[in-house]
């Protein structure tokens, strides 16, 4: 599809591939080495990284909407974005063809960061392994998130994209999110019903949400609701009574709809996470990520919000 009608997700080669091994020699023998290591070893298949069924799930919704507008160019279409020495990229070829997975355009800066790419390939959503990146992406208004591989392994949905998102710094601003930490949970629960009617302000999240929702509509307009390739779950730690309507107000007066959406009240979110098995889960704090990875879920941390200044002071 042609860039303007896609909806672009850039995948960096460590979110996509596991390439803990070859950082390790970048890290301890410098760029030559690894570059040496990888043209030595590119007919080596990379094992799947954080992000390979996330892609593969984004690549299934891309089948079904061929099916069924097979002249519409509204659909995923996946770029590698990665700072990788172009030597090294036989070894990234040979390896997503061997997955037989759709991925075109390549970005390979050779060192350099990536992230003034993302806004020449009109990115909607960027994932990568190296947190300082996503922070500089995230800064320059760019939906991102930094990938974290689960702990188990858990056998994740091929007929059907699963996306899990956290609401406050993550679909929404962190207004809230800022009365909560400075002034405490009880005052938090009045803001929130006092301003129940007022829409929060959108988060970094929220456009990749939209993008969602508008694909739903089209498997809708097909009759195809029940047999939907792309389901939305909301998981907060918000207590429904005190402070959800909120939430579910706000996505109403944007015009989005939330397949699931579900209120833990200070719960953790692991448990809950095994049950809906996401290809992401998005949050803004690695407690919960932490905890998501824990009981095998693919976690992506989205540093934004205030919760970042207090997890930096802990």
């Known amino acids: 599809p042609k860039p303007q009608n896609a909806i672009t997700v850039a995948v960096s080669s460590r979110a996509l591939f596991n390439l803990v091994e070859e950082q390790r020699i970048y890290e301890e023998q410098g760029v030559e080495k690894y570059v040496e290591y990888q043209q030595k070893n590119e007919n080596i298949i990379l094992k799947p990284g954080p992000a390979f069924y996330f892609v593969k799930a984004l690549e299934h919704v891309n089948a079904r909407l061929l099916e069924l507008y097979p002249d519409d160019e509204e659909r995923f279409d996946i770029v590698l974005m990665t700072n990788n ?77 699963r996306v899990a998102f956290d609401g406050d710094a993550v679909i929404f601003s962190d207004e809230s999110e800022q009365i909560f930490k400075e002034q405490g949970l009880d005052r938090f629960f009045e803001h929130e019903q006092l ?24 498997f809708y ?49 692991g448990p809950i996470l095994v049950k809906i098995r996401p290809h992401i889960f998005f949050d803004d704090q690695m407690f919960h990520i932490e905890g998501a990875q824990k009981l095998g879920t693919i976690a992506a941390h989205v540093p934004y919000g205030i919760a970042q200044k207090y997890q930096k002071s802990t």
Not at 227 to 233: G, Q
């Open 221 to 269: 307009a097909k009759n195809e609701r029940l047999n939907c390739p792309i389901r939305t779950y909301l998981v907060t730690a918000r207590s429904a009574a005190s402070s959800g309507a909120r939430v579910l107000k706000t996505l109403r007066s944007w015009g989005l709809e939330i397949d699931e959406a579900l209120f833990l009240a200070g719960a953790p979110k």
């Open 85 to 161: 020495h172009a030597q090294v990229g036989v070894r990234l070829i040979n390896s997503i063809n061997h997955y037989g997975l759709t991925i075109e355009r390549f970005c390979m800066t050779g060192g350099e960061s990536p992230i003034g790419y993302l806004t020449a390939y009109l990115t909607n959503l960027y994932l990568s392994a190296d947190s300082d990146k996503v922070q500089e992406a995230i800064e320059a208004g760019i939906a991102s998130a930094t990938m974290f591989t689960a702990n188990k392994d858990v056998v994740y949905s091929d007929t059907q994209l």
């Open 195 to 218: 301003n129940e009617n007022k829409p929060l302000a959108q988060g970094p999240l929220k456009g990749f949400l939209e993008d969602l929702g508008k694909l739903q509509k089209k």
